[in-house]
């Protein structure tokens, strides 16, 4: 008999890889905002983009360029978008390795899946198209769509919509937003390792994962 009827998943280093694509993104977004406005934007380290990844859009601008001016962070932003779209076209992105035949097998043992992320719904929307993932969920749901601020709000709209209790519900991300999300709405917590956080910064998780593969073993077997 299982344990948990709902499994949400992050979408940025836990079911997508985005490493490739918004480290070019970053870049060539730089490059045409200095072409734009004559001015000299430095491109960051991979450590500082990757760093904002998770963040809401609004918060990965000021994480990743503190020292740019506001008056041009919507510019950035868009720009970043584009360019995000034009690399996954391109092919430069990627699920994580087994990640649809685990969410297929999911869906047969009778998991409802669901998204949550603090991504834009154009970059959300794209990447569930664009790797045809939308059919294995029950629901999706993105901060620039919802408007929230913390990932605890998307949960809890999630398990509401679903008519899940908290405790019959596991979240499954790489940062510490998502385990900060998860014990803040009452559901399980399950770090995953093969995305952009550390095992330190999912130290609060209920349990560590460190395989896409492994997940419906640990969850077939929980608590």
């Known amino acids: 008999m299982r344990n948990l009827d709902l499994v949400i998943l992050d979408l940025d280093g836990t079911l997508y890889s985005s490493t490739a694509t918004t480290l070019g993104a970053v870049e060539r977004a730089v490059r045409e905002l200095n072409e734009r406005h004559d001015i000299g934007v430095e491109v960051p380290s991979d450590e500082r983009i990757l760093g904002g990844v998770g963040s809401t859009r609004e918060e990965f601008t ?42 297929g097998e999911l869906n047969s043992d009778g998991y409802r899946l669901a998204i949550a992320t603090n991504a834009g719904s154009g970059y959300m929307n794209h990447i569930l198209d664009c790797f045809d993932i939308r059919r294995y969920f ?58 952009f956080g550390t095992e330190g910064e999912l130290a609060g998780a209920h349990r560590l994962l460190g395989s896409f593969r492994k997940l419906p073993e ?6």
């Open 62 to 103: 000021t994480k990743v360029f503190p020292e740019l001016p506001p008056a041009y962070h919507d510019e950035m932003d868009g720009l970043i978008w584009h360019w995000e779209r034009e690399l996954v076209d391109r092919g430069l992105g990627s699920l994580f390795p087994g990640a649809v035949d685990v969410l």
């Open 138 to 195: 029950a629901d999706v749901r993105c901060a620039g769509e919802e408007g929230t601020s913390h990932k605890g709000e998307l949960i809890e709209r999630i398990l509401a919509a679903l008519d899940v209790l908290p405790t019959r519900a596991a979240m499954v991300g790489d940062r510490d937003s998502d385990v900060e999300a998860a014990l803040r709405t009452g559901t399980w917590a399950i770090g995953c390792t093969w995305g």
């Open 218 to 223: 640990l969850l077939n077997e929980w608590p």
